[in-house]
């Protein structure tokens, strides 16, 4: 933790396969985290759907400087279809 806040970790857990955040953010807070987490989310969907591909099962596990998970953000609740 620094005077600024905390440094959170972003790992991408797409199927069978964990992509690990090694430099991660320092955010003020969880609920900013978690809002960088929808909006990595919404990004990545993005691509992924212009290369025809919609993986609502996706998930970013934010973890702390410790590495435990704090949060857990599903692709499917970082957009509403329909």
């Known amino acids: 933790m ?8 972003f790992n991408l857990i ?5 992509v690990v955040d090694e430099e ?3 955010l003020i807070d ?8 929808i909006d990595t989310a919404r990004d990545i969907l993005a691509g992924e759907l212009r290369a ?21 953000v599903r692709f499917a609740d970082a957009v509403r279809v329909g």
């Open 2 to 9: 620094t005077e600024w806040g905390m440094r959170y970790r």
């Open 14 to 18: 797409a199927e069978d396969q964990i």
């Open 24 to 26: 991660g953010l320092i």
């Open 30 to 37: 969880i609920e900013a985290a978690r809002a960088r987490a």
């Open 52 to 72: 025809g591909r919609l993986p609502l099962n996706w998930i970013i596990a934010i973890a702390d400087d410790s590495d435990t998970v704090v949060a857990l």
